[in-house]
């Protein structure tokens, strides 16, 4: 090999080295599937989808209370008819499925325990007192209980003035 021949050989391995580089950051940064597009938006989600979304959700949630043994005080079996639950199991359902997705890693599903531990306090609070029978609890309203002319004037301004106290100590 003469030096010609020599250069352009380290030439060729460094241009391959920087595609190998290129492409294995590219690798990391963009996964060759998209992950994600589990979560459900209820407060958006379009009727005709809904059926379909409420059957997703009830499997999981009976696959989940067997599985883990969450008693009926924690997931009382009217959970569908109480909102907090059912953003609750909702989003553990999205999570699971994108901690088991077969892009994941590897860590999905230890993060997912994980989150589901400290999702258990919060869906203790939610369920309780429905452990026989769905107690019919009448939801916060918010119909006829702004000031309208008070919310008017106060939007007007942003309220973000400084403190009295900060303002006098900064002129003095
Ligand atoms: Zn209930």
């Known amino acids: 090999m003469n030096d010609e021949q020599r250069e352009r050989a380290r030439k060729l391995l460094s241009q391959d080295m920087t595609a190998t580089d290129n492409a294995a950051s590219a690798a990391r940064s963009e996964p060759s599937e998209p992950v994600g597009g589990f979560s459900v938006n209820w407060r958006e989600l379009d009727d005709n989808l809904a059926h379909a979304e409420w ?9 989940l209370t067997v599985r883990y043994h969450l008693p009926v005080s924690m997931v009382p079996n009217c959970w569908w008819q109480h ?30 325990h994980e989150r589901f531990a400290t999702a258990q306090a919060r869906l203790r609070n939610s369920g309780s007192g429905c452990t026989s029978t769905h107690d019919g609890f009448r939801p916060r309203s918010w119909s006829n209980v702004t000031d309208e002319q008070e919310w008017d004037a ?19």
């Open 55 to 63: 059957v997703a959700l009830r499997a999981f949630v009976e696959w």
């Open 83 to 112: 909102g907090d639950l059912v953003e609750e199991l909702s989003a553990l359902h999205a999570a699971h499925q994108a901690a088991f997705d077969e892009t994941d890693a590897g860590f999905g599903p230890l993060n997912w």
């Open 154 to 172: 106060w939007t007007n301004r942003s309220h973000a003035e400084q403190p009295p106290r900060a303002a006098q100590r900064r002129e003095g």
